[in-house]
Structure formats: C-alpha cells, structure tokens
C-alpha cells in the first residue's frame, strides 16, 4: 500500500518517482486514467530534486479529478462537449496542493459531468475495478479512487455531489471524505449542482485523508461560500483514536440497516463494526430517521435543476466542441449539445428543466427544498444526542460492468450517500471488510458541520480497531 | 405521465435536439423517476424553513474585500512565460 508517508520517506528521486509512474499509468488496463500532466510533473520533480523545500510534501504524487481546473491544461469533465478545452485558471484546492508540494500527476476519468454511479457515462469509456476488473470501481469519481486503489499514486482529489467520492472510495476499498458543504473551495471544480458539489480527499489510510483535507481547506474569497473557520490540523495516533472511543456515542439509522434497502451481507459486516465499538467503550444509539427515500427524491430534483442552469452555458459558442457543420446559431447549439452530452446528462437537464418549469415548480421544486430545510433540521437534532453517525455506504457492494440498472435503480443505489450533501454535513467512508466475493465493503461515519477533526478521530479510532 | 411530445418540448427549453426514438426512452424513463418523486408528495412536512445556502454563517458572516493575490503567497503561479520552476532548475545548472 502506497500512502502518502511512504514516499516521504522514500529515497527516491522526485523525477524517478514521477516518470516511474506515468510508465505505470500508460500500460494501466483499469482506463482510470484520461491524460497525464506530463510536462508539469517533470519540471515539479525537477524542482524538488534539485531544491531542498520545506513544503511539508514536497514531491508527493497526486491524481486529480477531470473536473477540476489547472491552468493551460485539459479539463474535461469525461465529456465530449468539452473535448480540447484548456483551462485558463487553477483550481484553489489544487493551488493549495502545489503551494504543499504535491505533484499533480494525472487527470482521472469520472462519469460526465459527475452525474453516475458506475463511472460508465464518461465519454472516455467505464474504469475497471482494480479490486476485481469485471465490477464497476463506482462513481462518478470512480477514476480517482481506481488509481488508488491500484497503488498508481497515493491518493486522489475527488468531488462528491451525492456520494461521488464515498461510493467509488467503498467500492474499490479506499478512504473517501466528503467535507462540510463550505469547508473547500469550489472555485475551479465544473459546477454540477452548486449547493451539493464538494471537493475532498481519497486515500488509503485515514491519516492520509486527515492530511489531505487539512491541505485543501479554508476560506477562499474567489468562493462565496466557504467559511472562515480554522482548519484543524490533526496529528492522529492509532493508540489514542482508539481510547478516544470510549464514550462516543454513536448513532446507528435503523432504516439503514433493513434488509430491504441493504444487502445482508454488508448489514452483518456494519454489526460487526458496531460490536467492537461498544467493546471499545462507544455508547450505540439506534436512530429513527425515516427520510431516506425523501432525501433521494429531494435530491433528484435539486440537483437536476442546478444542473439544468449550470450546464446551460456548454452551448458550442464558449467552450471545447462545436458542431462547426450547422448553419444557424440555434441549430448549431443544438446540434453540439445534441452530441457533446451523454444519455444521463442530458435526462438530467431535462428533468431539471421540468421541475423548474412553470406549474411543476413548487410541487418538485418547492416542495423539494422544504424537504431540505427539514432534513437539515432532523440531523441538527440527532446530533444533539450523537457524536457521529455510522452507516453503510452503499446498499450493494460493486456491480457488473455493463449491468444497465435503469435510472431509478442507479439513483436509489445513492441512498445512504445523498442525505448527507442535502444537509451538508461532513461524511467518510472506511473499508470494513469485504463479502463473500471478496469484493470490499464500506462504513460511512457522518459528523456534525465543520467537525472533521471528530469525525476524523472516529474513522481513525475505528481503522484501528478493524486493522 | 411524460409523452414524447413533453420531451420534445424540454428539448428544445434544454437547447438540445433529441430524435424520435430517443423521446419515446426518455418519456418512459422520466415518467418512472417523476413517479418516484411521489413520496414527496405523500409526505407531511414538518415546520421546515428553505435553508440553502446551507450553513448559517454563510449568511451572518461579515465578508470583506481580501487581495487574492496575497492569499497563496507561496503560490505557482503561471505566468505568460510559462511555468516558474524551470526558472530555479536553468539558474542551478
């Protein structure tokens, strides 16, 4: 396992390491993998070999999500209408990680425009599962957590809109961390739905993440949205997290833990991991949050809808591809949407366009951020009585490639995920154990707002009690 | 119920041109993810205000003007000339 400690303290060449790498990558079978920063990482390496830095990961290799910004390089959102497209800005959170030393490898495939579980509507053709090559690795940033999870590097920024970096984290067996709506800054990442997106870590190990995160969070003013708290710097001891678990209380949703929703397997896997945290000293709590099927229509309509407005501006005239064949300004939009989205996104815009459309507005729209409103409020009460949340990530554990789920099948296989960008809240999901096709299993741990470092010491706590 | 006739209609307020066969599929698979969306619907609401953006102190927060160009002061930044590493790496050989 490749993390982030291993090869700061590996005697290698910066350069050594970055070209050893992107041999990897070019002969890599999982197509996790959609261009490489070539030039940048080698005068990086150069840099960093040649200079003694005293940026704290100085030469640490990092893949990075196709929807996420650096300047003069390709960005393209796993879509053909924004084939050829150079970036003229870098995205905060990957500035962040150049001024910490990181070096940004590679771009990793994603579903388009980030709307998919399966990481199989990206134009760039589905990722592989490194953990068993016939299973979908998860989405939509399926590409990051396949690098990986594929020890290519040792960890990968994703972005997370409704389970983006957990799912594909529980899938292929890593850590993923969605931070708290507002603790990364989005400028740079392509907006899919606004209120939702968020950028966040994945990594082998909860260190890792806990590193990470304290890398790329803050208040940026270049996004209005993010919030001026300190980012806590953690140093997290195994020993310590684990004593520190005796008189958490832990919230468990029963609902989530019914074999109608959830895969037995999985659900006895989350029990397991329940038994040795009240064996740790951890109170277990069972919550009565019933609103998982709300949330998932809730954010079907939100998210479209912001979809619908974000994605308006891909119109052939602005950016990457265009049907240069049409002969009227409509047609030509037209025509270059018609062909530069995919099936899903192009639902998506629709649907969005439908419930915001006059006489469907308040009985989707309306109706769907009350539900929100509601959710936020249910989880500030539930976390008056708990100091984390502890769920399954996923109903299932990978699937098959190709296994076509129709589209409410995919969007309910989001479940446990979605809730928690509804709210806003921060979330993780750890490997727990794998089932009985050895195909791994995620826990996802849920913290109050702009509490990582707690919810951090849990997931570590509880790393080290499954290790 | 979507007809094929309403996807037409949101394919042309999408800026998008969808073929015939392709009205009838997303008619279909719309129609099944708008019935979801039902339990909605079905739903009582509890006394729940809109609250986006999410977190309170995005709204209480007392925004002030910073310099961006101060706030990563560490920062590679590209220029016109390219990026500024190789500036070092040409200096030390």
């Given at each position: 396992m490749n993390t982030i400690t291993s090869y700061l303290n590996s005697n290698q060449g910066c350069r050594d390491t970055v070209d050893s790498i992107l041999n990897t990558i070019r002969s890599d079978?999982?197509?996790?993998?959609?261009?490489?920063?070539d030039h940048l990482a080698a005068q990086l390496a150069d840099y960093y070999d040649a200079t003694q830095s005293d940026r704290p990961f100085a030469g640490v290799p990092i893949a990075i999500k196709d929807n996420l910004c650096i300047q003069n390089e390709l960005v393209t959102c796993g879509s053909q209408i924004l084939s050829g497209y150079h970036s003229p800005y870098t995205a905060t959170a990957v500035q962040k990680l150049l001024d910490a030393g990181f070096i940004p490898i590679c771009r990793t495939n994603m579903d388009e425009f980030a709307m998919?579980?399966?990481?199989?509507?990206s134009v760039y053709g589905p990722v592989k599962n490194?953990?068993?090559?016939?299973?979908v690795p998860g989405g939509s940033s399926g590409g990051s957590a396949a690098v990986v999870a594929a020890n290519l590097v040792p960890a990968a920024l994703g972005s997370d809109t409704g389970g983006s970096i957990r799912q594909p984290a529980a899938f292929c067996g890593i850590v993923g961390l969605k931070p708290t709506y507002g603790r990364v800054s989005r400028y740079g990442l392509v907006a899919f739905a606004s209120s939702l997106d968020q950028i966040g870590p994945m990594t082998h190990t909860v260190s890792d993440a806990a590193a990470l995160f304290s890398v790329i969070a803050g208040h940026d003013p270049s996004d209005a949205t993010t919030i001026e708290k300190p980012v806590p710097k953690l140093t997290l001891n195994t020993e310590q997290s684990i004593q520190s678990l005796a008189g958490k209380r832990i919230g468990v949703p029963t609902a989530l833990l019914s074999d109608s929703v959830i895969h037995p397997e999985i659900i006895q896997a989350i029990r397991n991991v329940l038994d040795q945290l009240a064996n740790a000293g951890a109170d277990i709590i069972e919550l009565d949050m019933q609103f998982f099927d709300e949330a998932v229509a809730t954010y079907y309509i939100l998210a479209p809808a912001e979809a619908a407005s974000n994605l308006s501006r891909f119109d052939g005239v602005r950016y990457g591809y265009r049907n240069s064949q049409a002969q009227t300004m409509q047609t030509m939009m037209q025509t270059t949407r018609e062909t530069g989205f995919g099936h899903e996104v192009k639902r998506r815009i629709m649907l969005g366009n439908y419930v915001l459309s006059s006489g469907y507005y308040d009985a989707y729209y309306g109706k769907a951020q009350i539900m929100r409103g509601e959710l936020c409020q249910q989880y500030t009460k539930v976390f008056e009585s708990v100091d984390a949340i502890v769920s399954p990530t996923t109903p299932t554990t990978a699937f098959e490639l190709g296994a076509h789920l129709d589209p409410l099948q995919m969007y309910l296989a989001d479940i446990a995920t979605i809730p928690v960008n509804l709210a806003g809240v921060p979330a993780i999901s750890i490997p727990c154990g794998t089932d009985s096709q050895q195909l791994p299993i995620g826990l996802q741990i849920t913290g109050n707002w702009f509490d990582e470092a707690g919810l951090l010491t849990i997931a570590h706590g509880i790393e080290g009690l499954l290790s | 119920m979507i007809t094929p006739e309403a996807i037409r209609k949101l394919a042309e307020l999408s800026a998008l041109s969808v073929s015939s066969a392709d009205e009838a599929v997303y008619a279909q698979q719309l129609t099944q993810v708008l019935d979801y969306m039902d339990v909605l619907r079905q739903h009582t609401p509890l006394d729940a205000r809109i609250s986006?953006?999410?977190?309170?102190e995005t709204h209480t927060r007392s925004d002030h003007a910073v310099n961006l160009n101060g706030e990563l002061p560490q920062g590679f930044h590209r220029t016109r000339d390219g990026f500024p590493v190789p500036k070092i790496s040409t200096a030390q050989s």
């Open positions: 079978e999982h197509n996790a993998v959609v261009g490489t920063y998919g579980s399966s990481n199989e509507t490194p953990v068993n090559p016939t299973r | 986006w953006p999410i977190h309170k």
